[in-house]
């Protein structure tokens, strides 16, 4: 058996994830807050503004990330700006936005 070349690297079949930067998921947040183009979709012909049911949940993750009251690391669900169980979310109580 031949010995193991030394310039060899590592190269899993699954490409590792990158590591969860809290960041940058602020920015990309801050971005749907800010960006037009990230407030409504075209739907049967009509455009629907799907944003505005969100502002409140999409606030409320940028500052549960800044306060580092989350850390990405679990799933944290948001329903009409508040931080709520999972159970809680899907009550039909608002809008559910879930990090």
């Given at each position: 058996?031949?010995?193991?070349?030394?310039?060899?690297?590592?190269?899993?079949?699954?490409?590792?994830?990158?590591?969860?930067?809290?960041?940058?998921?602020?920015?990309?947040?801050?971005?749907?807050?800010?960006?037009?183009?990230?407030?409504?979709?075209?739907?049967?012909?009509?455009?629907?503004?799907?944003?505005a049911?969100?502002?409140?949940?999409?606030?409320?993750?940028?500052k549960?990330y800044?306060?580092?009251?989350?850390?990405?690391?679990?799933?944290t669900?948001?329903?009409?700006g508040?931080?709520?169980?999972?159970?809680?979310a899907?009550?039909?109580?608002?809008h559910?936005?879930?990090?």
């Open positions: 058996m031949e010995p193991i070349p030394p310039n060899i690297t590592f190269s899993p079949a699954i490409p590792l994830p990158s590591p969860f930067v809290p960041a940058t998921r602020i920015k990309e947040l801050r971005q749907y807050l800010s960006d037009e183009k990230h407030h409504s979709i075209q739907l049967a012909g009509q455009q629907v503004n799907f944003a049911g969100q502002q409140a949940n999409i606030a409320a993750a940028i549960a800044e306060e580092g009251v989350i850390d990405g690391s679990a799933r669900y948001f329903v009409n508040k931080i709520v169980s999972k159970g809680e899907y009550k039909g109580y608002g559910v936005w879930i990090e």
